[in-house]
């Protein structure tokens, strides 16, 4: 049963943006051009996540697997990264929204990894949101590599393996301690999640949307948040209604 009578906190808001390619095969464009309108949703997105109050951003960019794809999209896709970052860098410092990312970096192109570190050392400041772009992200892989960080430790006799708990592998996964999200949405009509923050997203709430990703507006992100609010969030515990019983 949903719950109206107040609203849920949100902070931290996911999005796994999908849909770009079919949004430009159904227009009989290339998929790329898909991929560009993409980085125009991107930039409604966040000026609609400032408006509701959303302190973070998390935004799937792209994926460990999407390597798998035709190496002309893949070199598209970070040259319209490369592009948004030198276009953005202004506005966001303007906005006060911190760029970050997570994710693999080494295997982003020098040219992108270099602007890529400009904005973030230039935004580093910003209070108003925290954008984060999950580029060449798996959580499977984040998974591992805090397993390994921790097994490192244990190795070298620093921790005791009793000692590890979900507080020490939360802060094993990330150096900076980040919220979970509380919603998570995916774009395109599709329901999974796709290797997006598997950890983190184990209380999220889930909102999937029916339009593709560059047909997604400031309406349907306060739409998404506006059902959010509407959801219970009991985290295993009772709903507050019902706690009296
Ligand atoms: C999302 O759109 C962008 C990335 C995954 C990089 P897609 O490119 O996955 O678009 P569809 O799912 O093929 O339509
Ligand atoms: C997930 O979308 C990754 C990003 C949005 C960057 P995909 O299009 O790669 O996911 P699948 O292949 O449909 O699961
Ligand atoms: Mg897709």
């Known amino acids: 049963m949903k719950d109206t009578s107040s609203k ?8 796994i943006m999908d849909g770009n390619g ?40 792209f994926s460990n697997e999407n390597w798998k794809r035709p190496a002309q999209e893949v070199h598209i896709l970070f040259t319209l990264l490369h592009r948004y970052l030198r276009e953005e860098r202004k506005e966001l410092i303007e906005k006060g929204i911190r760029l970050s990312t997570l994710g693999r970096r080494d295997r ?21 949101l925290h954008l984060r772009l999950a580029l060449d992200y798996g959580a499977r892989q ?11 430790r244990v190795v070298a006799g620093d921790l005791h393996p009793e000692e590890i708990d979900e507080v020490r ?18 774009t395109a009509g599709e329901q999974r999640l796709s290797n997006f923050l598997l950890w983190q997203s184990a209380y999220s709430e ?11 507006e400031e309406a ?17 515990d009772l709903p507050r209604a019902a706690v009296s019983i």
């Open 169 to 186: 592998f939360a802060a094993a996964l990330v150096p900076d301690p980040v919220p979970d999200p509380d919603l998570i949405i995916r």
């Open 8 to 15: 849920n906190s949100i902070q931290h808001v996911g999005i």
């Open 22 to 61: 079919r949004w430009a095969q159904q227009r009989g464009m290339p998929r790329w051009k898909g991929h560009e309108a993409g980085a125009r949703a991107v930039r409604r997105a966040t000026e609609e996540a400032c408006r509701q109050g959303v302190s973070m951003l998390t935004l799937f960019a």
């Open 220 to 236: 349907d992100l306060a739409c998404a948040i506006a059902d959010y609010h509407s959801r219970t969030r009991k985290f295993g």
């Open 206 to 216: 889930l909102y999937f949307c029916p339009k593709p990703w560059p047909d997604f």
């Open 108 to 128: 982003i192109p020098a040219r992108v990894l270099e602007d890529l570190q400009m904005t973030e050392e230039a935004t580093r400041t910003g209070t108003r």
């Open 142 to 152: 984040e998974i591992v590599m805090a397993a390994r960080a921790l097994a490192r």
